[in-house]
């Protein structure tokens, strides 16, 4: 009997990958917008506009790359909704109780006060149309 021996296989490395956006559908794509501008400070750095979508990509001023978040309406009209099988979109932030503050008076909903866990402040808030914020700040001890 005679046995095939198999070399282990040869190891590669995963493709480079970095983080790039989150892409929130919405209904009211005007709205969402002026929300994440006055709330957050975001700007938009790139419109795409095609005849049955369009897309906002919106980033912090001055920032040519990196994480962005895309709003992308459906120009049909059709009805979208918040589902359950996604976690809060996570926003470091200076100060947390100002932050929380500040989204709250410019539309979000509260939906944890801020509190402090380990080394972080952490608070939760709902945009206008229901998605969970993560607001985080590092404790300096």
Not at 25 to 42: N, T
Not at 61 to 80: M, V
């Amino acid at each position: 009997m005679s046995e095939t021996a198999t070399a282990p296989a040869a190891k590669t490395a995963p493709p480079s990958a970095r983080f790039g956006f989150v892409k929130f559908v919405v209904q009211d794509l005007p709205a969402m917008r002026s929300f994440y501008e006055r709330a957050f400070g975001l700007t938009v750095a790139q419109t795409i506009d095609l005849p049955d979508i369009m897309e906002l990509v919106m980033r912090r001023p001055g920032e040519e790359t990196g994480f962005s978040l895309i709003l992308y309406w459906n120009k049909d009209g059709r009805e979208t909704t918040v589902g359950t099988a996604h976690g809060p979109l996570g926003l470091f932030v200076r100060d947390v109780d100002a932050a929380y503050a500040h989204a709250v008076k410019e539309g979000a909903t509260a939906h944890r006060e801020p509190w402090d866990t380990g080394a972080m402040r952490v608070a939760f808030v709902l945009d206008p149309e229901g998605r969970e914020l993560e607001l985080i700040s590092m404790i300096r001890g």
